[in-house]
């Protein structure tokens, strides 16, 4: 069975940071981006960033873009996102994600997905 489990959200002040974890199992990610989405009520869905499980390659929507780092580690099958100097508006529910043979951009600006997470919540706030 096929299964994205993600974890690491909570509360935190502004400024500060979290680290979100995503574990895929049941596949392998072979010619698959991989990204995190978040979600606010009435704001719809959102890609911020993504990563090519092939070569590496990056994507990250403007308002993230120097504050949160993606990565993978392709041995654990694990997806990370660095949140760093965390903004109130950044609060929303974050669900990882994988598309295949989509590129990273592709898969953010478009919200593509094949498979989709249950979602970890981040709340900034002071």
């Known amino acids: 069975q096929r299964q994205l489990v993600e974890s690491g959200g909570g509360l935190v002040q502004p400024g500060g940071s979290l680290r979100l974890s995503c574990e895929f199992s049941?596949?392998?990610?072979?010619?698959?981006?991989i990204g995190w989405f978040r979600q606010t009520p009435g704001q719809g869905r959102e890609g911020i960033s993504c990563i090519s499980n092939t070569d590496g390659s990056t994507f990250y929507v403007d308002s993230v873009r120097g504050r949160f780092t993606i990565s993978r580690d392709r041995i654990k099958n694990m997806v990370y996102l660095q949140m760093n100097n965390l903004k109130p508006e950044d609060t929303a529910v974050y669900h990882c994600?994988?598309?295949?043979?989509?590129?990273?951009?592709?898969?953010?600006?478009?919200?593509?997905?094949?498979?989709w997470g249950q979602g970890t919540q981040v709340t900034v706030s002071s």
């Open positions: 049941g596949f392998t990610l072979d010619y698959y981006s």
């Open positions: 994600a994988a598309a295949w043979l989509t590129s990273p951009a592709d898969m953010c600006i478009m919200t593509k997905s094949n498979y």
